[in-house]
């Protein structure tokens, strides 16, 4: 039995990201090749056969002043600072941090939208167009784009605000922009999931945790072959990642969530005080599967080439 070794809450608490092996790796050139990208927070894209797909994609990273004292929108040139192309945007639920920009994409890119109705109706008050809005309902429904499948099942936000979950409730009705970053409620929480098949009969199946929560039962029968794992919060959430993995059964997790979000996304990375990172990279290794852990840099990629060849 593997015991993971004890770290004191001077280690827990510490932002220093020292020893941690983070996978470094170049873009690819060639977008019919599968890859995955890490934007800092909860947000990724994944790119196969020339489409792209974004998952909670968040690059306006305001300041800590401005959401604590200002009002708010999503900050355009920042965003398309980083976004070349964009086919999708998937929500898994609608704080700021995870959906504020997808509007964005979904009005210069003409990106379709697939979330819950909470990031639907934000989108709408932004005015993205009704046609490219589509419903996650956290039922086995699925959506087709391109080479992907994606669907969603229905989970929990971690109750990280001494025991409650920040920003509770729905947004109900469309609301306009700028506005203070409470408006972004958390809605419905969902555990999206992509599936692409990568060779003749070979899917790859990555499921998408942007909350340190999860509810087993909902995701009876769902196998994912990559887990992008939210890693703060999950202090809250009793035994957050083995129940993780003992769930979805990965073969390779990849850990977000963990980022400074309201530093400026060129700045040096910080990680969340609160959050332990190696604590978790020591948690996954502690399971029975121990699944490979890769770790991105800011704006890193990974084919994840030891996983498909």
Avoid at 25 to 45: M, S
Wanted: hydrophobic letters at 45%; a neutral charge; glycine letters at 8%.
């Amino acid at each position: 039995m593997n015991l993971i070794p004890r770290r004191n809450l001077t280690q827990r608490l510490s932002p220093s990201l020292a020893g941690i092996p983070f996978h470094r790796e170049a873009r690819p050139g060639d977008d019919q090749q599968f890859a995955l990208q890490w934007l800092g927070t909860a947000g990724f894209r994944v790119q196969f056969q020339g489409k792209h797909l974004w998952l909670d994609p968040h690059l306006s990273r305001h300041a800590l002043s401005e959401l604590l004292f200002s009002r708010i929108s999503p900050v355009k040139e920042r965003v398309l600072a980083h976004v070349d192309a964009a086919d999708g945007v998937v929500i898994g639920h609608s704080h700021f941090d995870h959906a504020i920009d997808t509007p964005v994409l979904a009005q210069h890119f003409g990106a379709q939208v697939y979330g819950a109705e909470d990031t639907l109706n934000y989108c709408r008050g932004y005015g993205v167009p009704e046609a490219q809005l589509h419903l996650l309902a956290g039922d086995r429904a699925t959506h087709h784009l391109g080479p992907f499948t994606i669907g969603a099942r229905h989970s929990v936000h971690s109750p990280f605000a001494l025991g409650q979950v920040p920003l509770s409730g729905n947004i109900a009705r469309p609301f306009a922009v700028p506005a203070h970053a409470s408006q972004w409620r958390v809605g419905q929480v969902l555990i999206p999931h992509v599936e692409a098949e990568v060779a003749p009969g070979r899917p790859l199946r990555i499921a998408h945790v942007g909350s340190a929560s999860l509810l087993e039962a909902e995701l009876h029968g769902l196998q994912a072959d990559v887990v992008l794992a939210c890693t703060i919060g999950r202090h809250a959430t009793p035994n957050f990642t083995h129940r993780l993995l003992d769930a979805l059964a990965p073969k390779v997790v990849v850990p977000c969530h963990w980022d400074q979000f309201w530093r400026p996304i060129d700045a040096p990375v910080r990680q969340i005080p609160s959050n332990d990172l190696t604590g978790f990279l020591q948690e996954v290794a502690a399971h029975p599967s121990a699944p490979r852990v890769c770790v991105l840099p800011m704006l890193g990629w990974t084919t994840l080439a030891d996983l498909l060849n």
